[in-house]
């Protein structure tokens, strides 16, 4: 059973950095794609960020490209996002997102992480 598991979330203000993390356990192969969501107040949930967990490209969300950057920790089993230069906009839920290979939809979902982005 695929279990994810996001951390470093919290309350920043524009400009400011934060780096989340997403503790993963239960993958059966390297060929799974991972990737990061947010959902808004409001709002439905989006598409941020996505990397196959064995390497290779990554791909981005527009409203975020240049400023987050997804990477991986095999030895460590742990997804990050940095995210930099962070704007009110970007408050959201974040979540980490698995999926087996590299088409379909994301079947496995943490709980996700509150990030706030004061003004």
């Known amino acids: 059973q695929v279990q994810l598991v996001e951390s470093g979330g919290g309350l920043v203000q524009a400009g400011d950095s934060l780096r989340l993390s997403c503790a993963v356990s239960?993958?059966?192969?390297?060929?799974?794609?991972m990737g990061w969501f947010r959902q808004a107040p409001g709002k439905e949930r989006e598409f941020v960020a996505a990397?196959?967990?064995?390497?290779?490209?990554?791909f981005y969300a527009d409203s975020v490209k240049g400023r987050f950057t997804i990477s991986r920790d095999n030895a460590k089993n742990t997804l990050f996002l940095q995210m930099n230069s962070l704007k009110p906009e970007d408050t959201a839920v974040y979540y980490c997102?698995?999926?087996?290979?590299?088409?379909?939809?994301?079947?496995?979902w943490g709980q996700g992480t509150q990030v706030t982005v004061s003004s």
């Open positions: 997102a698995a999926k087996f290979g590299g088409t379909g939809k994301y079947y496995y």
């Open positions: 239960g993958l059966t192969s390297s060929s799974y794609t």
């Open positions: 990397i196959s967990w064995s390497g290779g490209p990554t």
